[in-house]
């Protein structure tokens, strides 16, 4: 079955920075990859996806892009804000949403 | 618009103890999932079911875990006999197009 596995573990980066989370998995039919953001307390809330026929999506601060040879996608926040700080899950689906199988997660804090 | 809604928020139980969670999706959303998330991890599928039918349950452990959607709309999700290791947050997502998946706010179990 798919496997999906996410780092860092943990990223801790200063205001106004970059960050970078990173994601491989191993399924080649694997066709959805979303990236889900989880405040305290909360449930994931997705932020931004992508499918396998697209190279790359942008939303305002937020970018992913996907590497289909290599089998790897990443996630890019740019001006990181202290709202930022959350756990972000990557997952990937061979059925567009269905069977999603999610990385382990990546801490991320933004210092202020 | 109302999101997903689940109960209780937080549950402690002695092990071989039975428990139930609920779960009420968002208005409209035929696709109901229930995940697992232990602590440090990301969620994993237990269960989906489309309206009232079961569309994919090869990861929930059938020999203490039971779900059910009774009129495609609330679940609820049981287990009986809890083990140590069915200690986890449980959460509930919904979906209008089996692709975005709505996330509650989940239920901490604590098994003792």
């Known amino acids: 079955g798919e496997n999906v596995e996410q780092h860092p573990s943990t990223l801790s980066v200063q205001e106004g920075d970059s960050a970078v989370i990173k994601c491989t998995y191993s399924?080649?039919?694997?066709?959805?990859f979303p990236w889900y953001k989880q405040e305290l307390g909360k449930g994931p809330q997705l932020i931004i996806d992508?499918?396998?026929?697209?190279g790359e999506k942008k939303d305002q601060r937020i970018a992913v892009t996907l590497n289909k040879t290599a089998k790897h996608f990443s996630l890019h926040i740019t001006e990181t804000q202290p709202e930022d700080s959350a756990v972000y899950f990557c997952?990937?689906?061979?059925?567009?949403?269905?069977?999603?199988?999610f990385g382990a997660g990546t801490i991320l804090r933004v210092k202020s | 618009e109302a999101g997903v809604a689940q109960s209780p928020r937080y549950k402690i139980i002695e092990k071989r103890q039975s428990v139930a969670f609920w779960c009420n999706p968002i208005?409209?959303?035929?696709?109901l999932y229930w995940y697992q998330q232990i602590l440090g991890q990301g969620p994993k599928l237990l269960i989906q079911?489309?309206?009232?039918?079961?569309?994919?349950d090869s990861q929930l452990p059938k020999d203490r875990f039971s779900a059910e959607r009774l009129k495609g709309v609330d679940s609820t999700l049981k287990i009986q006999p809890a083990k140590l290791e069915d200690s986890a947050v449980y959460l509930c997502?919904?979906?209008?197009?089996?692709?975005?998946?709505?996330f509650g706010p989940g239920t901490r179990l604590t098994v003792l």
């Open positions: 992508i499918r396998s026929n697209v």
């Open positions: 208005s409209g959303h035929a696709t």
């Open positions: 079911f489309q309206n009232n039918g079961v569309v994919d």
């Open positions: 997502a919904s979906s209008l197009d089996r692709v975005e998946q709505f």
């Open positions: 997952a990937a689906s061979t059925e567009y949403g269905n069977k999603l199988v």
């Open positions: 399924d080649s039919a694997s066709n959805y």
